[in-house]
């Protein structure tokens, strides 16, 4: 047989080369690459939290694991081996039911995080004082609820936290806590950097359901066919305390939790979040 010439080989060869380089590394979404061995990058793709429930009462599959959200002081769930729940409330607005449902937590002595924005400091001030004087977190929502994965530039991205941030203390006199959730979980990994070169810890949620359309809310038997199977050990429930569904069947959702046996605690001890 014919002898081939030796640039056959090398352009038959360096195609193969480039796939070996290709599986020994990945890219990171800067372009710089990492060893394949590092722990996986945020997807470049991800816009927006999502969730995938594969099993009842196991905790749900994110489009960003724990471990990848972890290096940015980001979680989305809790101790998955304690039947414990994080309740967490996103407050866009008051809509008159914000008062019975931190009657219900007080009833339960159960903590809550509400993650408000600044229409719901301006317009519901004692509200907001009320609940951080029950011990609960009040969160940053940021001011005007963009889609804060549109903002590249770290100084607008920053306004939107401090100018909430400023809104509560002087409404509070208090510190407001960094725990920060992006409206609509829209994000990027920039994001997350963001935030976290803010001192903010991002929180996600690992449970919630369609509660916030105002003018069609579920009804009760809805609103625990999703909640009810779905929970799970270490779950963040995300709530909105625009819902009336939600103001109404509070009480006897949280008395459902504790037969289930579980308890309910402060994102200040979720452990992904820095907490014991």
């Known amino acids: 047989m014919k002898e081939r010439p030796n640039r056959y080989w090398a352009a038959l060869l360096a195609p193969l080369a ?4 290709a599986g020994a590394l990945m890219l990171h979404p800067s372009g710089a690459a990492m060893p394949a061995s590092s722990p996986a990058a945020i997807p470049v ?13 196991d905790c749900p599959v994110g489009n960003a694991t724990a471990e990848q959200l972890a290096r940015y ?12 729940i ?25 903590p ?12 519901a001030p ?23 994965s549109k903002i590249s530039d770290q100084a607008a991205f920053q306004k939107e936290l401090d100018d909430l941030a400023a809104l509560y203390k ?15 979980g829209k994000y990027n990994e920039e994001n997350l950097r963001q935030a976290k070169a803010l001192g903010y810890k991002t929180v996600f949620w690992s449970l ?24 799970h050990d270490g779950a963040v429930v995300l709530l909105h305390s625009t819902s009336r569904t939600n103001a109404e069947i509070l009480d006897d959702l949280l008395t459902k939790w504790e037969d289930m046996g579980y308890t309910f605690a402060s994102l200040d001890e979720l452990p992904l979040c820095g907490g014991a």
């Not at 793709?45 to 594969?54: A, K």
């Not at 809550?112 to 317009?123: K, L, R, S």
């Not at 960094?178 to 409206?183: A, F, Q, V």
């Not at 919630?208 to 929970?231: C, G, H, M």
């Open 86 to 110: 994080y309740l967490t409330f996103d407050c866009g607005y008051e809509n008159g039911y914000t008062e019975q449902i931190l009657d219900a937590l007080k009833k339960h002595r159960a």
């Open 112 to 123: 809550a995080a509400f993650f408000v924005v600044g229409n719901m400091i301006e317009t």
């Open 73 to 84: 002081d980001a979680c989305f769930v809790g101790d998955t081996s304690q039947k414990v």
């Open 45 to 57: 793709s991800t816009d927006n939290w999502g969730l995938s429930f594969q099993t009842e009462g």
């Open 208 to 231: 919630a359901y369609v509660d916030w359309y105002v003018d069609n809310q579920p009804s009760a038997e809805q609103a625990y066919a999703k909640l009810l199977p779905r929970i």
């Open 18 to 21: 480039l796939l070996a380089l």
């Open 170 to 184: 002087e409404t509070t006199g208090q510190d407001l806590p960094n725990y920060y959730r992006p409206p609509q």
């Open 126 to 148: 004692d509200i907001i004082r009320r609940m951080a004087e029950e011990g609960h977190i009040v969160g940053n929502h940021t001011f005007h609820h963009p889609d804060m």
